[in-house]
């Protein structure tokens, strides 16, 4: 790992680990971590620069982790926190704004389109882990939004058909067989 990487590591696990961060330490073991290794498996499928991927992996959710307020923003808040953490560590400004751009356009909700194969990666990345985790969409679904059986399971089927749709069709390919009988559950609910 390189130095950058580790520095990065650490100040992303910190951030989930702080009493301030809204979404509970959780979201470093069952969210980040996953979307670093799917981030990672993906960089070699399809040739991508695997630091930018990690580096931007790590840092896709950290705006909102660090201030839940910044959350409805945080593709945009989180492109200054890069800047403003991989300029302290004299990251090169042009693989800065790389790692940037993937940040920028990891929700396919907000119609920005990844432009890299890096950002396709992160973006991919970060839906692979949502159709990876489904406890972890259950608890958000029945506990934090405290739904019924039924609208729960619905809820969740829906999450993981945008996350499954926005994939590109390599990270598909690796995910699908568990995307298929994740749905299969929640539809006899
Ligand atoms: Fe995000
Ligand atoms: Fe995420």
Known sequence: MTQTLE?????????CAAP?????????THHIVFVVSFGRELSLVLGADAEIVELAALLHDYAG???????????RHGTDEARRLLGALNYPPERTEWVAACILTH??????????????????????????????LLRLAYVEK????????AWVAAKLRRSYGKLCPEAKGIIEARYHAALETLETA
């Open 7 to 15: 520095a990065v590591r650490a100040v992303a696990e910190r951030a």
């Open 20 to 28: 301030t961060n809204a979404f509970g330490y959780g979201i470093w």
């Open 65 to 75: 982790i660090k201030d839940v307020r910044l959350e409805p923003e945080h593709h």
């Open 107 to 136: 929700r396919a909700s907000r119609g920005l389109e990844p432009e890299t194969l890096e950002a396709r990666c992160v973006a991919s990345a970060d839906g692979m882990a949502h159709i990876a985790q489904v406890p972890s």
């Open 146 to 153: 405290g739904l019924s059986v039924g609208a729960g399971a």
